[in-house]
C-alpha cells in the first residue's frame, strides 16, 4: 500500500503531464470544451428534480425547509458523478493503455489515478457553479440554508475522499486486466449503489423502513454524500463523528484497493 503511494508522489510530474494531456485530449475539437463536463450531470439533476419534486413530492418536508428539492439533489449528485466515473474509466484504464503497460519503467499504478484526478477537475469546475445556484436562489428570495463558513469546508471533504476513490480505481484496474468482466460489473454495482445511497432522499424518509434504512446507513458511500449535503445544502459543520467515519472509510478503500494492486501487479503485462 505504501509502495503504491511512494510511487506515486516519486512520479507526480509524470502523472500531473497525463493529467493535463487526458484533459486536452478529451475536450480536443470541441466548441463548449469543458462546458460538457456540466451536461450529464445538470441533465440527469433536472429529471430528477423534475420526476421527485413535481410528479413524488419530498417525502421529507425537512429537505424542502431547508432550500429547493433541485439543490438537494445537486449537492448529492455531483460528487456522486466524480466517484462513479472514476471507477469507471479508471478501471478501464489499464486496458486502454496496454502499450504503457509493457514498458518495464511505467509506473501502471499512474493511469487510473489520472482518470480520478481529470474528473476532479470536472468536480472543482461543477461546485463553484452550485454554489452560484444557491447565491442566485438568495437573490430571487428564495430560502437556503446555505453558508460560506460552512463552504469553506468543501477543500477538506475532497482530500478526505480522495485516498478512497483512487483506492478504488487503482484496485479495479489491475481487476480488470485479468477479469474483462468486471467494468460491465461495476456499471451495474454503481447503478445499484446509487438508489442505495441517499442521493435522492434523505435517511429520514427511510425511518418506517428498518432494513432499507440500515442498508443505507451502512453503505460505506454514504458518508461521502452526506458531508457534502451537510456542507453545502444544510448549511452545517458535518459532526466529528461523520468526519472520522468517511476518513476512516477512504482509508480502508485506498489500503483494499492498492492491496488487490500490489498482488495483481506482477501478471500485468502477461494478462493486458
Do not use: C
Not at 440500515?214 to 454514504?222: D, E
Amino acid at each position: 500500500m505504501s509502495r503504491v503511494l511512494r510511487r506515486l508522489l516519486r512520479h507526480r510530474g509524470l502523472l500531473a503531464t497525463l493529467v493535463q494531456r487526458e484533459l486536452k485530449a478529451r475536450y480536443r475539437g470541441s466548441v463548449l470544451g469543458f462546458v460538457w463536463s456540466l451536461v450529464n450531470p445538470l441533465a440527469l439533476i433536472l429529471v430528477y428534480t423534475f420526476v421527485f419534486s413535481t410528479i413524488f413530492t419530498p417525502r421529507d418536508r425537512l429537505v424542502v425547509d431547508f432550500g429547493p428539492y433541485g439543490l438537494f439533489l445537486a449537492t448529492g449528485v455531483i460528487p456522486w458523478i466524480w466517484l462513479q466515473v472514476s471507477w469507471v474509466e479508471g478501471s478501464a484504464s489499464l486496458l486502454a493503455n496496454a502499450g504503457l503497460i509493457r514498458k518495464a519503467a511505467f509506473p501502471a499504478e499512474l493511469l487510473p489515478v489520472v482518470s480520478v484526478l481529470s474528473n476532479l477537475v470536472h468536480l472543482l469546475l461543477a461546485l463553484p457553479i452550485l454554489i452560484l445556484a444557491f447565491a442566485a436562489m438568495a437573490l430571487f428570495g428564495v430560502q437556503t440554508s446555505f453558508s460560506w463558513a460552512t463552504a469553506s469546508l468543501l477543500p477538506l471533504a475532497i482530500v478526505v475522499q480522495l485516498p478512497g476513490v483512487a483506492g478504488v480505481a487503482i484496485g479495479l484496474s489491475a481487476l480488470n486486466v485479468h477479469f474483462k468482466d468486471v467494468r460491465d460489473l461495476l456499471a451495474n454495482a454503481l447503478t445499484l449503489l446509487f438508489f442505495l445511497t441517499p442521493i435522492l432522499y434523505t435517511l429520514r424518509t427511510l425511518e418506517p423502513f428498518p432494513w432499507v434504512h440500515a442498508a443505507v446507513a451502512w453503505n460505506p458511500l454514504t458518508p461521502f454524500v452526506t458531508v457534502y449535503q451537510e456542507i453545502v445544502f444544510y448549511g452545517r459543520w458535518p459532526s466529528p463523528e461523520l468526519w472520522l467515519l468517511m476518513v476512516a472509510v477512504s482509508l480502508v478503500l485506498w489500503i483494499l484497493g492498492t492491496w488487490l494492486f500490489e498482488r495483481l501487479s506482477e501478471t500485468l503485462v502477461e494478462a493486458v
